[in-house]
């Protein structure tokens, strides 16, 4: 199977683990990422607003080559895979915004939202299989207790996103459980981190994060799992005593690729 | 530009119709920035609907919204409070000279490990 693939400019960076255990993964589970020729930044928000145009035109520009392609497109940063979920539901249902995008995109065909696009774990779920991760697991995480951490970019707005059920998700509770380990639900696993208003205001973004951990911590959680590298940085800098994995590298152990 | 036009502009650019809100109040009490805001959504909701839009563009409130939906998402009458926020926020930082995060602060803001993400999410809501 052959997906194209948006990484996005922090797993270049920053980021370096979740995109390099991600391709591992996905090469073990017989899935070819073709990446997006050129790519650029998603911006990492989508702006609401139904008159800003430009900021969104790098998301359509990757959407369509996905299209011309006929692959569905895949990111694993939870933030690119929310910006590019929801342009795509703007070119969709928005004829306005699509006009005014297509005008700038000068693309052969118009693009109307075609393209289907999927976070990693959907590929685990939905075009794997859950159960197929499961027995190619190598390495059991048996008895480790992992807290799943969804955030808010994962899951919302939940008419677009459509990943799972925005308040009582089970996505990542069951792929821990592929991995042989042990789901932890805890209250705030789909509250927000602080985000980017850590970057305005410290010591509010770490109020939220150490909130989450807290959390986590009293449910029984030996690690939290994210797929987001901004979620990360806010958990790891609330001075929190709680390991933050990102999910591809739990995969790629599980898998038994991890090690060079 | 004149306040009814200013609170029709703010309204269109969301996509928001805030006549469909009840006032329950559920946005702000699952608001997890409610503490560090003196409008909260519900508020914002109330005010933009009545044009009392001035204090909301002075107000700090509008950089303390982390964009997380939770008040899109369990709002019972799917007013979507969040957009209209981001749009009265628009209003404030597409003025000359309004930007909200001064980049020459940037270098001290961040440390080694800062993802890129933090940076150009906060200029996407910050600034212009
Ligand atoms: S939750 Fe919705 S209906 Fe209730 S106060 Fe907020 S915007 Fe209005
Ligand atoms: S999107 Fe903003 S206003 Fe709405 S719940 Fe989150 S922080 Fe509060």
Redesign the interface.
């Given at each position: 199977m052959k997906v194209s693939y948006f990484p996005?400019?922090?797993l270049r960076?920053?980021?370096k683990q979740l995109d390099k255990y991600a391709r591992r993964a996905a090469e073990a589970l017989g899935v070819e990422l073709e990446e997006i020729e050129n790519w650029q930044?998603c911006?990492?928000?989508f702006?609401?607003?139904?008159?800003?145009i430009a900021?969104k035109l790098s998301s359509v520009r990757a959407l369509n080559e996905a299209k011309v392609k006929g692959q569905p497109l895949l990111s694993v940063?939870s933030?690119c895979h929310n910006v590019l979920k929801q342009t795509n539901d703007a070119m969709k249902n928005n004829a306005d915004f699509a006009f005014k995008a297509n005008n700038y995109c000068e693309f052969e065909e118009n693009y109307a939202g075609e393209t289907e696009v999927i976070h990693y774990l959907e590929l685990l779920r939905d075009k794997i299989g859950f159960d197929k991760v499961k027995e190619a697991v190598k390495n059991p995480l048996t008895g480790k207790k992992v807290a799943a951490y969804y955030g808010?970019l994962l899951?919302?707005?939940?008419?677009v996103l459509q990943m799972d059920d925005?308040?009582n998700p089970t996505i990542m509770e069951d792929f821990i459980r592929a991995l042989g380990a042990d789901p932890v639900v805890y209250p705030y696993r789909n509250?927000?981190c602080?985000?980017?208003?850590?970057?305005?205001?410290k010591e509010?973004a770490k109020k939220?994060s150490s909130k989450v951990l807290e959390s986590a911590r009293l449910a029984g959680a030996e690690i939290v799992l994210t797929a987001?590298?901004?979620c990360?940085?806010n958990l790891?800098?609330s001075g929190m005593d709680m390991p933050v994995v990102y999910l591809t590298e739990l995969l790629a152990e599980a898998l038994g690729v991890k090690e060079d | 530009m004149e306040n009814k036009n200013l609170r029709e502009e703010i309204i269109r650019r969301s996509g928001v119709n805030p006549l469909k809100c009840m006032r329950c109040g559920k946005c702000s009490g699952t608001c997890p920035a409610y503490d560090e805001m003196e409008y909260h959504p519900h508020q914002f909701v109330y005010m933009v609907e009545t044009g009392d839009i001035e204090p909301l563009m002075n107000s700090k409130s509008l950089y303390k919204c982390l964009t997380c939906f939770a008040c899109v998402d369990r709002c019972p009458r799917g007013v979507e409070p969040a957009k209209l926020i981001e749009s009265v926020r628009l209003s404030v930082i597409r003025q000359q000279g309004n930007n909200h995060l001064n980049t020459d602060t940037i270098p001290d803001i961040i440390d080694e490990e800062m993802p890129q993400q933090a940076i150009v999410t906060a200029l996407r809501k910050y600034n212009k």
């Open positions: 996005g400019c922090t960076t920053k980021a930044c911006g990492g928000a702006t609401t607003s139904t008159d800003e900021t940063c933030a808010c899951l919302r707005p939940g008419k925005v308040e509250e927000c602080g985000g980017y208003v850590v970057m305005d205001d509010s939220k987001c590298p901004l990360k940085y790891e800098k | -």
